[in-house]
């Protein structure tokens, strides 16, 4: 039950979206997709904005270090 149904959930946000927030493109993009769907799965992202967000979220906590 919970594979079948986990394995529906998909993120709104593409490379495309990445792209837009002024990240380069390249394999970091499948990093920064793999979180994203993680915190989804994770119940902790419900909308395409707040995907958005949190990508702002981890680019900002990356420039960091």
């Not at 799965?41 to 960091?64: H, I, Q």
């Amino acid at each position: 039950f919970f594979l079948t149904e986990l394995s529906l959930i998909k993120i709104s946000i593409t490379g495309d979206d990445l792209k837009k927030a002024g990240i380069n493109p390249g394999p970091v993009y499948k990093e920064i997709l793999d979180k994203v769907l993680a915190a989804k799965l994770d119940g902790k992202l419900k909308t395409k904005e707040d995907e958005l967000k949190y990508v702002l979220e981890l680019r900002s906590l990356e420039l960091r270090s």
